[in-house]
């Protein structure tokens, strides 16, 4: 069974640049996988942040910017505002089927 | 405005049968793939499936595969989930998403909470 695995927590303060990654226990993360990263504040639906690996929404703030780091698939917040604090979630792309990771719970402290 | 609008949270007992809703407004129901998200309790989020109104195309996580039903309405832009016999280990929060391009979640849906309890 394919796996995707997140960092559980990351703790940031104001300011900070931060990266969240994304692994496959399928071996490297390309751009063939399709990666993409979604937020989620408590009691809220998933926003859309990132798809296609780099790519923006049209209302994904310009910190949040999407890569390929390492063999793994990265988030990474340049500037953490206090609103960043929320879980985010990648999903990879596995043939037809797709994979959420397990989440970072993100603290700007 | 692209919205998906989801029906209301359900309360059931196990062995109940139940159909959560997830209804397009503001484009092409039918031109757009449509996903099913689980969140247990808690948790993460889950992959469950999709389907593409325009041909009723519909692929399953083989986790849920034969667990749920997937399926669209196009007469009325609607697309569902659906349980034969829920189980306690089904509470929890469903969503549905729209694929737009290359990206999906454009937009999310609100969620339908599904409580199962006896």
């Known amino acids: 069974q394919t796996v995707v695995t997140q960092e559980p927590s990351l703790t940031v303060s104001p300011g900070e640049t931060v990266t969240l990654t994304c692994a496959s226990s399928?071996?490297?993360?390309?751009?063939?996988?399709?990666p993409s990263w979604f937020q989620q504040k408590p009691g809220q639906a998933p926003r859309a942040l990132i798809y296609?690996?780099?790519n923006k929404h049209s209302w994904t703030p310009a910190r949040f910017s999407g890569s390929l780091l390492g063999g793994k698939a990265a988030l990474t917040l340049s500037g953490v505002q206090p609103e960043d604090e929320a879980d985010y979630y990648c999903?990879?792309?596995?043939?037809?089927?797709?994979?959420f990771g397990g989440g970072t719970k993100l603290t700007v402290l | 405005e692209v919205q998906l609008v989801q029906s209301g949270a359900e309360v059931k007992k196990p062995g109940e049968s139940l159909r959560i809703s997830c209804e397009g407004s503001?484009?092409?129901?039918?031109?757009?793939?449509i996903a099913w998200v689980r969140q247990m309790p808690g948790k993460g989020l889950e992959w469950m499936g999709v389907?593409?109104?325009?041909?009723?195309?519909?692929r399953y996580n083989p986790s849920f595969q034969g667990q749920v039903t997937i399926s669209a309405d196009t007469s009325i832009s609607t697309a569902y989930l659906q349980w034969s016999s829920l189980r306690a280990s089904d509470t929890a929060m469903y969503y549905c998403?729209?694929?737009?391009?290359?990206?999906?979640?454009?937009?999310w849906g609100q969620g339908t909470l599904v409580t199962v309890s006896s």
């Open positions: 998403a729209r694929k737009y391009g290359d990206g999906w979640g454009d937009p």
């Open positions: 503001g484009y092409s129901f039918t031109n757009y793939w």
């Open positions: 389907i593409y109104p325009g041909d009723s195309n519909i």
């Open positions: 399928t071996g490297a993360v390309t751009s063939d996988y399709s």
């Open positions: 296609s690996t780099s």
């Open positions: 999903l990879l792309l596995y043939g037809g089927l797709r994979v």
